[in-house]
């Protein structure tokens, strides 16, 4: 067996050994947590194991909205574990990479709303993990983001260099990177990568402000699954040509035509009640 094959063989092997990610969902949330102590560092393993927790909340009907945050009080995640990086060949780092792309990107086209809940450090992998959600939650004071991967003599590979510059634009995206610049939650709002900082005197007490922002989401109240569209027709649509994300448009609505939810908004308006949606 090849050297990159056996490396990925006792990855596999370890991953019904130890839980890295753990999935729990209630109230139409899922929440996939990140939990390798000291600093939620993601290894081949961890990933596999995330890629199955983003199917598994992708297939449950009952799950609106993700939740992705990091165990303990001081990491969300502190990107790729430099260790094992260092003892992988190129071939297996490339895969490694490579899977790593495919599950961030089943992560952001996934048809339901995905929010970060990040409550401590977000830096390097960690943040790119986080710029595949939809949108960043973050507690008040609880750490730093950014992208340092130069100080090792490499880029973000994990999608950094593609999103971030999708959210700050391209001279502020390469300074970022340049610097390897580290920035606390607030500038992490100024510079558009969060979109609210939560209070919170614990990591519990940010995760139910998270989990109660991610409800906001869900039936009864709102439409999930038209949120769950919007989410898919502008992901996928700021990638495409104008008309064909017109098309794409189309399509999805057509589908929430025929939804009952689209139905109940309608009558309600109509008959100037609140909806009660069900997410179907």
Sequence with gaps: MAEAEAQAAAASEGTGARALVRYEAADGV???????????????????????????????????????????????????????????????KYY???????????????PKLVIAAIGGHCVGGGLEVALAADLRVARKGAGK????????????GTGGTQRLVRVVGKSRAIELMAEGELFD??????????????????????????????RRFTAPDKAALAV?????????????????????????QQQLFQSEDAREGMSAYVEKRKPVFKGA
């Design 96 to 110: 490694f990479c490579l899977h790593a792309n495919e599950t961030l990107s089943r992560l952001e086209q996934t």
């Design 145 to 156: 983001m950014g992208l340092p991967e130069v100080s090792l003599g490499v880029l973000p």
């Design 228 to 252: 769950g569209r919007i989410k898919r027709s502008v992901q996928s649509g700021a990638e495409i040509p104008f008309e064909y994300g017109l098309a794409l448009e189309r399509e999805l």
């Design 30 to 92: 899922a929440v996939l947590t990140l939990d390798d102590p000291p600093a939620n560092t993601y290894t081949y393993e961890m990933m596999g194991q995330l890629d199955a927790a983003v199917l598994r909340a992708r297939m449950d009907e009952a799950v609106n909205v993700v939740v992705i945050t990091g165990a303990g009080e001081k990491f969300f995640c502190a990107g790729a574990n430099i260790r094992t990086l260092t003892e992988m060949t190129p071939t297996f």
């Design 185 to 214: 939650f607030e500038r992490g709002a100024e510079l558009g990568l969060v979109d609210h900082v939560f209070d919170a005197d614990t990591a519990a007490g940010f995760l139910e402000k998270a989990l109660a922002y991610a």
